[in-house]
């Protein structure tokens, strides 16, 4: 062992060629063991670190927190919605998330053009009358009769440009009202009425013109509430005196507030003058007089109640139950829809009504009620053991008496043999 090396280390024999004096390497296997334990030394060192990094947290997070406030433990921290102080804490805190209150307002159309699909076009021959409003829930519609004349051959435009042909219901020749009722379809987008006093001086009011051949809104003046002169030289009471000029074409549109709901009608009567002829003039007919004339609808002021054309009782197959035709009327919408009646293992059986199932015949008319004439209703049937859909087109009922006035001559008895016929039909 050489004298100059530590005690316990021995030095491996001098390769050749080497010269003796010199000092010895030490050997692989040494130097492997040493960065072996250098090693576990550094990995030992990262792990007693470890908690203390994590307890310290990142740089700059204690200054976030504050100096006094505990570290995390371990739940991420989440700012509060509503900030105390700070420009960014109230912008983040009145900031909506996207498709929430903020955006939908946005997206909601103006009071005026939600109420304008309320409102229709009377025409006659493709000639604008008047304006009108439809009724929500019952889409019979609500105008002045003055612009009427007779009230025959009368149309309704409505808010997505269909026509439609209407009859006249129901009238008031004192307050100038009157009912339209629609013979086909069911407009669902009608005016509900207002319990606010139109005539106060933070009023908003708004009335509709069709002058250029578009329902738009306009701002209307209400002055106060006069007394007027109407149908039958009746007096008025209450009648509400206008401050803007309203058109001929506009009598009949609704009158509404702020949040669209009508607080009258455009109608047209006669403004008293001492010693002279009355003026005519147009007002707003008030919502009492409004409501009272509602009340007073007869009950057959209703549109025409639709039609199917079919008998049938109800049957429960073995695979399904409802309301098996025995008859088909000719040229009804269930004719033109090709359903089969009569005997069992040949006629149809109906199972629902635009989706609803129907299980007796009171059922099938109840579901058929809830269309209107001329709307499209999908059926499905059981034929022949197999299931099928069909769309019929409803009608009204026809009616007996214009049935009873077509019927042909052929029907009639033939003449006597003397030629003649008989007295009891000539009568």
Not at 227 to 244: F, K, V, W, Y
Request: proline share 9%; with cysteine; hydrophobic share 40%.
């Amino acid at each position: 062992m050489n004298e100059t090396s530590p005690p316990g280390v021995t030095h491996a024999a001098a390769p050749r060629g080497a010269a003796p004096s010199d000092p010895v390497d030490m050997s692989r296997v040494k130097r492997w063991r040493r960065s072996l334990a250098l090693a576990a030394a550094v990995s030992a060192a990262a792990a007693l670190a470890a908690p203390a990094a994590l307890a310290q947290g990142a740089p700059g997070e204690a200054q976030a927190r504050g100096e006094g406030d505990a570290p995390p433990s371990g739940k991420r921290v989440v700012l509060p919605t509503r900030a105390s102080g700070g420009g960014k804490e109230k912008k983040a805190a009145a900031a909506e998330p996207k498709g929430g209150p903020a955006e939908k307002d946005k997206a909601e159309p103006p009071v005026e053009e939600r109420a304008a699909r309320g409102v229709v076009v009377i025409e006659r021959g493709g000639q604008v009358l008047g304006l009108g409003a439809a009724l929500a829930g019952d889409g019979r519609i609500l105008t002045a009769l003055s612009p009427l004349g007779a009230g025959n051959d009368l149309t309704a435009r409505l808010a997505d440009g269909t026509t439609v042909r209407v009859k006249l219901g129901h009238h008031d020749r004192v307050w100038d009202l009157a009912l339209l009722v629609p013979q086909t379809g069911k407009w669902a987008e009608g005016l509900t009425a207002s319990s606010r006093d139109p005539v106060r001086p933070d009023a908003q009011i708004r009335s509709f013109s069709a002058a250029r051949g578009k329902v738009a809104a306009t701002a209307l003046v209400l002055r106060s509430h006069k007394t007027l002169i109407g149908g039958d030289d009746r007096p008025l009471e209450r009648a509400i005196e206008l401050g803007s000029r309203v058109s001929p074409l506009d009598l009949g549109a609704p009158i509404i507030d702020e949040d669209g709901r009508v607080v009258a009608v455009l109608g047209r009567g006669c403004a008293p003058n001492e010693g002279k002829p009355c003026t005519p003039v147009a007002f707003g007919v008030p919502i009492s007089a409004v409501r009272a004339f509602l009340r007073a609808v007869p009950k057959d002021a209703v549109p025409p109640a639709a039609w199917l054309g079919i008998q049938g009782v109800s049957e429960v197959a073995p695979v399904a139950k409802g309301v098996r035709v025995t008859v088909v009327h000719p040229e009804s919408p269930a004719d033109e829809a090709r359903l089969t009646g009569g005997d069992r293992a040949e006629s149809d059986m109906i199972l629902a009504v635009d989706g609803v199932p129907v299980t007796s015949p009171e059922a099938l008319s109840d579901a058929i009620r809830t269309h209107a004439v001329g709307e499209k209703v999908p059926l499905t049937l059981l034929s022949r053991g197999k299931y099928r859909q069909v769309t019929v087109v409803l009608r009204a009922a026809p009616d007996p008496s214009a049935a009873a006035a077509r019927r042909p001559e052929a029907e009639l008895p033939p003449p006597s043999s003397s030629g003649k016929a008989t007295e009891e039909y000539r009568k």
